[in-house]
Nanobody, 115 residues
Framework: QVHLVESGGGLVQPGGSLNLSCVASGFAFSNYAMNWYRQFPGKGRELVATITGAGDQSNYEYPVKGRFTISRDNKKNTVFLQMNSLKPEDTAVYYC????????WGRGTRVSVSS
């Protein structure tokens, strides 16, 4: 059974940093790309960053480019999202995602950026 479990969210001041983690189980982790999405209150989920199975390529959406870094540890079945220079508009619930025979999602971790 596929499971994705996010952690690392919390309350941080503008300009601060957080490092989100997502532990995966139930599939051959290193064979699949992993994604981070976020969802603002009352809106749909939007893609934040993607990393290939081998971890050799990553892509970022414009709002986070240069501030966020996605990485993975295939020995620990874990994908990370290092978030620096956080802004209030980064406040959202962040979800880990992968596409196997269907899309799988974690339950999310809440990030709040406020002074």
């Amino acid at each position: 059974q596929v499971h994705l479990v996010e952690s690392g969210g919390g309350l941080v001041q503008p300009g601060g940093s957080l490092n989100l983690s997502c532990v995966a189980s139930g599939f051959a982790f290193s064979n699949y790309a992993m994604n981070w999405y976020r969802q603002f209150p009352g809106k749909g989920r939007e893609l934040v960053a993607t990393i290939t199975g081998a971890g050799d390529q990553s892509n970022y959406e414009y709002p986070v480019k240069g501030r966020f870094t996605i990485s993975r540890d295939n020995k620990k079945n874990t994908v990370f999202l290092q978030m620096n220079s956080l802004k209030p508009e980064d406040t959202a619930v962040y979800y880990c995602n992968t596409l196997l025979w269907k899309a799988y999602w974690g339950r999310g971790t809440r990030v709040s950026v406020s002074s």
